[in-house]
């Protein structure tokens, strides 16, 4: 299935009845209020996901703030939003899927492939004049069966290791990456060797991915042709949204889930900073 689907194409969906499963996953850093968001207007039918207790397992120092959920209880979260093996999904925010993308990637991990992106979010939703509704939407518990694995991911000591990753891309912000600004985590700087490419750079300024080709030449300027890419962000959010911008310019990639809340919290790591 492809990474993204678009509005019209998910309206076509919704009005011909077939069987689609819409995951409203509001969330940003810094805004606690997400369900609140959801609960004021959403796509009909969406369901809320939350990031921080069904995505991410609790986090710590030298774990990251935002580790991967347990494979168990990921299956038992997918099954409260009503998702049953053979179903569609479609995952989408209000951020241009810098939220949502955590969800496919940990979805496609899962070996659950029928699963897109709404390219432009409920933004380009609203934007189309397609209808929002309030209030909560739940489904009946499906019975999808996931696993776990199916994507790569690279952890400290693949990192540590320069031989196991050619390019290293780190999707924060660049101030961050450069180390002049962090909010969020104790150190400032970046894993050495690592490349600047903010994640926002992916989207145009509706918040829909650039075209294919605009994101492989912003790719292959940053090294992405040359060998083995991996992506790292703050805490393993964004940096899922990076993945799938690399997947739609055809480059595959891995994630480090711990990010640099785990590079910057485990003794003895080095950090850079500057350009």
């Known amino acids: 299935m492809k990474t993204l689907m678009g509005v019209q194409d998910l309206q076509a969906r919704m009005t011909s009845g077939a069987q689609t499963i819409l995951l409203d996953v509001r969330w940003s850093l810094g805004d606690p209020h997400g369900h609140?968001?959801?609960r004021a207007a959403h796509i009909p039918g969406a369901v809320f996901v939350d990031l921080e207790t069904q995505l991410c397992a609790p986090g710590g120092p030298g774990l990251g703030r935002h580790p991967l959920p347990d494979a168990d209880a990921l299956q038992e979260a997918a099954r409260q939003w009503g998702l049953n093996d053979g179903d569609t999904v479609v995952a989408y925010d209000a951020s241009g899927n810098l939220a949502a993308a955590r969800l496919w990637w940990l979805l496609r991990d899962a070996g659950f492939t029928s699963v897109s992106l709404l390219d432009g979010g409920l933004t380009a939703w609203r934007a189309a004049g397609f209808d929002v509704e309030g209030g909560e939407e739940r489904h009946c518990v499906g019975n999808v069966h996931l696993s776990t694995g199916r994507m790569p991911v690279v952890d400290v000591p693949d990192l540590v290791d320069a031989a196991l990753v050619d390019v290293?891309?780190?999707a924060r912000a660049a101030e961050r990456f450069r180390g002049e600004l962090e909010p969020v985590d104790p150190?400032?700087?970046h894993i050495p060797g690592a490349i600047s490419a903010p994640t926002t750079e992916n989207?145009?300024?509706?918040r829909r991915f650039r075209p294919a080709a605009e994101l492989r030449r912003r790719f292959d300027a940053?090294?992405?042709d040359r060998g083995r890419v991996a992506v790292y962000c703050g805490s393993g959010i964004t940096a899922a949204h990076q993945i799938a911008a690399l997947e739609?310019?055809?480059?595959?990639?891995a994630l480090f889930p711990g990010s640099w809340s785990q590079w910057s919290t485990t003794e003895g790591l080095p950090v850079a900073t500057g350009a």
């Open 36 to 38: 609140e968001h959801y």
């Open 168 to 170: 290293l891309l780190d």
């Open 248 to 253: 739609i310019a055809g480059i595959d990639a």
């Open 203 to 206: 989207l145009g300024e509706d």
């Open 222 to 224: 940053l090294g992405a």
């Open 187 to 189: 150190r400032a700087g």
